[in-house]
């Protein structure tokens, strides 16, 4: 009876056993379920049903800015993108796309642009803007938030062609007095003439305020990736049956800066398509993106007595995993490149580039002198010829000059003008060649 009862027990705590296991299970997988539905609808709330495209991150905005802005933190701005954006086989944001951002920083102007503002008489605390773009709002009416960061640019593109021949002092001034009244009517039609103006007269005030001014270009880097819906992006460029890499023109951007100052022969060059390269028949044969390998043939840095840098370098093949012609050898030069405005940079027919001598080397002194002679024969109270003769160092010599009525003062401001216009372009260091990051250039491809 009592082995009976033990039996029992026993089958009672089992069947308890059993059924306390079959409770932790079903709770159990009552949780699992319950974490497998939360994330399945976590993860169809944060899809988007919307198809989109992107643009990644390091890549130029290259944008104009509209109006005219006081130069200071936070400071808000509109502008415009002055060049188009591709995807790798379609146009993703065209040129004249609206963008919004603010001043993000002020950093202080480098020390040779400081240096030489104060010996022309500006001692104005120069700074320079930092822009950081937020938003851009596309064709289509999509407002796309953007994190992109950027400083002003300073170049313009040069094209291929030979280097002028020698002219008589004639010619060039001609050519001076011909460039002027192009100057002239440029300024007459532009729509920011009395932004020019203002401009014209705080380079001769020792202390002016500072400005961003319309029309000012600055190239804003992408920090972040850029999404943007599929609807606002052109239809896909269809692809070649091959690629033929022996003719036509690729548009590219610098991955790594290059200088004459610094770069030497042999160095790598690197560059990435900045547009779909197509056939003649318009069929994407690379698309936007693609890696172009080259070197440097030439590196001269500039040196003392105004001799200016060289720079000459090729691209040799193209390397793509995507493309058919991936690692496939090219042949290929200079057709145009962004050269800094400065530099005075020129392009020969070889694709090589060069700093090209002051265009007033010769004349801009010659006529200081004469002024300067002029300043040494003149009457104290010859108060209008004491104004014409103090150059070089802005309103303040000429307000001096014509205050004293002093001829010692006008001559001295004169000889400072003549001698610091010869030592610039005769005695300093000339122009290095420099070409920075995410510089665009024009690469024609050849047979040879």
């Not at 009592?2 to 029992?8: E, G």
């Not at 000012?216 to 972040?224: H, I, K």
């Not at 060059?269 to 043939?297: D, E, H, I, W």
């Not at 940079?345 to 002024?371: F, H, I, N, S, Y």
Request: net charge positive; hydrophobic share 40%; with cysteine.
């Amino acid at each position: 009876m009592k082995r009976k009862q033990s039996f029992v027990k026993r089958g009672c705590l089992a069947q308890r056993r059993v059924a306390e296991v079959l409770l932790i299970a079903t709770f159990s997988s009552c949780a699992a379920w319950g974490q497998v539905q939360s994330a399945l609808a976590s993860a169809v709330a944060d899809s988007d049903p919307v198809p989109s495209l992107s643009i990644p991150a390091a890549v130029p905005l290259r944008l104009e800015i509209t109006q005219t802005l006081t130069l200071q933190t936070g400071k808000p701005f509109r502008g415009k993108l002055t060049e188009p954006v591709y995807g790798p086989n379609r146009l993703l944001l065209p040129a004249g796309t609206a963008a919004e951002g603010l001043i993000s920083d002020t950093p202080a102007a480098d020390r040779s642009t400081r240096v030489n503002a104060k010996l022309d008489g500006d001692f104005t605390p120069l700074r320079v803007p930092v822009v950081r773009v937020t938003q851009l709002l596309s064709p289509s009416g999509a407002i796309l938030p953007v994190d992109a960061v950027g400083t002003m640019r300073n170049a313009a593109t040069i094209s291929l062609g030979a280097h002028p021949p020698p002219s008589s002092i004639m010619d060039r001034v001609k050519a001076m007095v011909h460039e002027q009244i192009q100057q002239v009517r440029d300024m007459i039609h532009n729509p920011h003439k009395g932004d020019w103006a203002k401009q014209l007269l705080y380079s001769q005030l020792p202390f002016h305020p500072q400005r961003v001014w319309a029309g000012s270009q600055f190239d804003a880097v992408l920090r972040e990736p850029l999404r943007l819906p599929l609807s606002s992006a052109s239809a896909p460029i269809p692809a070649a049956d091959d690629v033929d890499l022996t003719s036509g023109t690729m548009q590219a951007r610098l991955t790594a800066g290059i200088s004459s100052a610094t770069s030497k022969k042999g160095d790598p060059v690197s560059a990435v398509l900045v547009k779909p390269f197509c056939n003649p028949q318009g069929k994407l044969m690379l698309p936007s993106g693609t890696s172009l390998n080259g070197v440097v043939l030439q590196a001269r840095p500039a040196r003392s007595f105004a001799r200016n840098g060289r720079l000459r370098f090729s691209f040799r093949s193209v390397s793509t995993s995507v493309a058919a012609g991936a690692g496939q050898h090219i042949e290929s030069n200079l057709s145009s490149i962004q050269g800094q405005k400065g530099q005075n940079v020129a392009l020969d027919e070889e694709g090589g580039t060069r700093a090209q001598p002051d265009k007033g080397r010769v004349l801009a002194p010659l006529v200081l002198g004469v002024l300067a002679v002029g300043a040494a024969n003149g009457d104290n109270d010859d108060i209008l010829r004491h104004g014409v003769t103090s150059n070089g160092f802005g309103f303040a010599a000429r307000i001096v000059t014509m205050a004293t009525s002093s001829r010692d003062a006008s001559l001295g401001f004169a000889i400072y003008a003549t001698g610091k216009s010869i030592y610039r372009r005769y005695i300093a260091t000339g122009h290095q060649v420099s070409f920075p990051t995410n510089t665009e250039l024009s690469i024609n491809l050849s047979r040879r």
